[in-house]
């Protein structure tokens, strides 16, 4: 049993980062462990959690598993969980309870937890205390390894835990199975070393690291291969990307390069304001195969909270980076991340927040109300903002936010945009969904065989969080 340690999980050390390319193997014995088995999981949280599913069904695939979409019908349950916020913690206890009940019935149903609440020691603490009837419990970084730690719960008949505080390394050989056909998740870094004040991700996911350049384009490239139409490069922090190794090849080198691949559709999240460089901006400018979208998370318009947050920007260099990248392209849609009720924001803090919404006028924004982490250091910080007055700012703030992803949204009524199509909308029969380059969900009355097209679409009605349009020759 190895179980989480916050003091480990926050260390950063100089050590270079190893790259593993045969790690993940699997014996004849383990191949038979799925047979005639079915597997459930329920994924929470962020792309990159979406992303580690698919890892995780390649590999349940590998031992023979196959997939149900009723937790009921499965024998082996698993919950990949987000430790994010207090809700996304809350859901998954909730979801606990109802594998309990089910458990109950069909004794035999092997259930685990994984992901990003796995990593947290209080997590682990509390399942240890009242949730030790779970069979299995491991993090994030150690995916490739969840045959054996199925094995040995199994053979042992009790809760195996495997998770590891360590800084992480790099394991190419995991294999995928991707949701999609026509678009794809390529993980271009792990980890993150920022440490925003609020933020529980680098003790869950470990030191930056990101991939050497030549095993990102070959996924690329066997993705343009295999017909996909749209690739996003994920990481925490991906105009970070490079940073860590030792090669002089940095995110605009990547973005360039897996430009030539000839992919239709690049996309990236999420950006961070303080490593994102006028290189970037001209490489998304002179490569129309890069979309001119871009997440920016500005969490807070006041210099007081972003100091205390510890995000390493102003107000005023933010709004510098932003009016630079809407002037270099104009077509660009500029989202971001905003968090209400930071300990210490008063109303003037928030009437700053207020303030850079109207400036910006951003095309949607994900707002949240700030939630404490334990052993991050906002924890300790004195919360002084009421729920009330916190839930009082979110109102506000959405309604301002929606306004503006309204106006947005108005400007493209009449207009002809590429949408890539992906598959049926619940707007009724005969209508597909997609998005557009700039990251706008578009319903299409068309038929099902333009799914995994890019087409020409004609937006006829506009409405706040969705566009409505018609193929156009
Ligand atoms: N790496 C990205 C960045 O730096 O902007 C964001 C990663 S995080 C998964 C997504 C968003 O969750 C953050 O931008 C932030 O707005 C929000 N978030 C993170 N920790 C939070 C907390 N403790 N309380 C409320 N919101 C939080
Ligand atoms: Fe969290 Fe900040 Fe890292 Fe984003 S940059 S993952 S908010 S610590």
Same mark, same amino acid.
């Given at each position: 049993?190895?179980?989480?340690?916050?003091?480990?999980?926050?260390?950063?050390?100089?050590?270079?980062?190893?790259?593993?390319?045969?790690?993940?193997?699997?014996?004849?014995?383990?191949?038979?462990?799925?047979?005639?088995?079915?597997?459930?999981?329920?994924?929470?949280?962020?792309?990159?959690?979406?992303?580690?599913?698919?890892?995780?069904?390649?590999?349940? #695939?590998?031992?023979?598993?196959?997939?149900?979409?009723?937790?009921?019908?499965?024998?082996?349950?698993?919950?990949?969980?987000?430790?994010?916020?207090?809700?996304?913690?809350?859901?998954?206890? +909730?979801?606990?309870?109802?594998?309990?009940?089910?458990?109950?019935?069909?004794?035999?149903?092997?259930?685990?937890?994984?992901?990003?609440?796995?990593?947290?020691?209080?997590?682990?603490?509390?399942?240890?205390?009242?949730?030790? =009837? /779970?069979?299995?419990?491991?993090?994030?970084?150690? *995916?490739?390894?969840?045959?054996?730690?199925?094995?040995? %719960?199994?053979?042992?008949?009790?809760?195996?835990?495997?998770?590891?505080?360590?800084?992480?390394?790099?394991?190419?050989? *995991?294999?995928?199975?991707?949701?999609?056909?026509?678009?794809? =998740?390529?993980?271009?870094?792990?980890?993150?070393?920022?440490?925003?004040?609020?933020?529980?991700?680098?003790?869950?996911?470990?030191?930056?690291?990101?991939?050497?350049?030549?095993?990102?384009?070959?996924?690329?490239?066997?993705?343009?291969?295999? +017909?996909?139409?749209?690739?996003?490069? /994920?990481?925490?922090?991906?105009?970070?990307?490079?940073?860590?190794?030792?090669?002089?090849?940095?995110?605009?080198?990547? /973005?360039?390069?897996?430009?030539?691949?000839?992919?239709?559709?690049?996309?990236?999240?999420?950006?961070?304001? =303080?490593?994102?460089?006028?290189?970037?901006?001209?490489?998304?400018?002179?490569?129309?195969?890069?979309?001119?979208?871009?997440?920016?998370?500005?969490?807070?318009? %006041?210099?007081?909270?972003?100091?205390?947050?510890?995000?390493?920007?102003?107000?005023?260099?933010?709004?510098? /980076?932003?009016?630079?990248?809407?002037?270099?392209?104009?077509?660009?849609?500029?989202?971001?991340?905003?968090?209400?009720?930071?300990?210490?924001?008063?109303?003037?803090?928030?009437?700053?927040?207020?303030?850079?919404?109207?400036?910006?006028?951003?095309?949607?924004?994900?707002?949240?109300?700030? %939630?404490?982490?334990?052993?991050?250091?906002?924890?300790?910080?004195?919360?002084?903002?009421?729920?009330?007055?916190?839930?009082?700012?979110?109102?506000?703030?959405?309604?301002?936010?929606?306004?503006?992803?309204?106006?947005?949204?108005?400007?493209?009524?009449?207009?002809?945009?590429?949408?890539?199509?992906?598959?049926? %909308?619940?707007?009724? #029969?005969?209508?597909?969904? +997609?998005?557009?380059?700039?990251?706008?969900?578009?319903?299409?009355?068309?038929?099902?065989?333009?799914?995994?097209?890019?087409?020409?679409?004609?937006?006829?009605?506009?409405?706040? =969080?969705?566009?409505?349009?018609?193929?156009?020759?």
């Amino acid at each position: 049993m190895k179980t989480p340690n916050l003091v480990e999980a926050r260390k950063r050390t100089k050590n270079p980062v190893e790259v593993l390319t045969d790690n993940y193997k699997l014996t004849e014995e383990l191949k038979k462990l799925g047979l005639n088995k079915a597997y459930f999981i329920k994924t929470y949280g962020c792309q990159m959690n979406e992303h580690d599913t698919e890892n995780i069904k390649a590999i349940l #695939e590998d031992m023979n598993f196959h997939e149900v979409d009723k937790m009921e019908d499965a024998d082996l349950i698993l919950l990949n969980t987000c430790a994010i916020r207090e809700n996304a913690h809350n859901k998954v206890f +909730g979801m606990i309870g109802r594998i309990k009940h089910l458990k109950e019935t069909k004794p035999h149903t092997i259930a685990g937890i994984c992901g990003c609440m796995a990593q947290e020691e209080v997590v682990v603490d509390e399942i240890l205390n009242k949730y030790n =009837w /779970l069979d299995i419990v491991f993090g994030t970084h150690n *995916i490739h390894n969840l045959p054996n730690i199925l094995a040995t %719960s199994l053979a042992k008949k009790e809760l195996e835990i495997e998770v590891l505080s360590i800084e992480g390394d790099v394991i190419e050989n *995991i294999p995928v199975k991707r949701d999609s056909l026509y678009k794809a =998740w390529i993980n271009i870094m792990y980890g993150c070393d920022k440490f925003c004040t609020y933020c529980i991700v680098p003790y869950t996911r470990g030191k930056q690291r990101s991939r050497m350049p030549e095993f990102i384009i070959e996924e690329a490239q066997n993705l343009v291969n295999e +017909g996909y139409q749209e690739i996003t490069l /994920l990481g925490q922090n991906v105009n970070a990307y490079g940073k860590d190794l030792d090669i002089n090849y940095c995110m605009e080198n990547l /973005l360039e390069d897996v430009a030539k691949t000839g992919i239709n559709r690049i996309r990236f999240v999420t950006s961070h304001p =303080w490593d994102f460089t006028d290189k970037m901006i001209e490489v998304i400018k002179n490569n129309d195969n890069i979309m001119p979208y871009i997440h920016l998370p500005i969490q807070s318009g %006041s210099n007081k909270i972003l100091k205390l947050m510890g995000r390493r920007y102003s107000r005023e260099s933010y709004l510098e /980076l932003y009016n630079k990248i809407k002037l270099a392209i104009p077509n660009v849609s500029i989202t971001t991340d905003i968090i209400v009720g930071f300990p210490g924001e008063t109303e003037e803090d928030f009437e700053e927040t207020l303030d850079i919404v109207n400036s910006c006028k951003f095309d949607s924004a994900f707002t949240f109300i700030f %939630s404490k982490r334990f052993g991050t250091p906002a924890a300790k910080m004195v919360d002084d903002v009421s729920l009330e007055i916190k839930n009082k700012r979110l109102q506000e703030l959405n309604e301002l936010v929606n306004n503006y992803s309204n106006l947005a949204n108005q400007k493209y009524l009449n207009k002809i945009v590429p949408v890539l199509l992906e598959g049926s %909308s619940e707007k009724g #029969e005969n209508t597909l969904f +997609g998005y557009t380059d700039t990251m706008k969900m578009v319903n299409v009355k068309t038929d099902k065989t333009n799914i995994g097209k890019i087409v020409n679409v004609k937006i006829t009605d506009v409405k706040t =969080w969705s566009l409505d349009g018609e193929i156009c020759n």
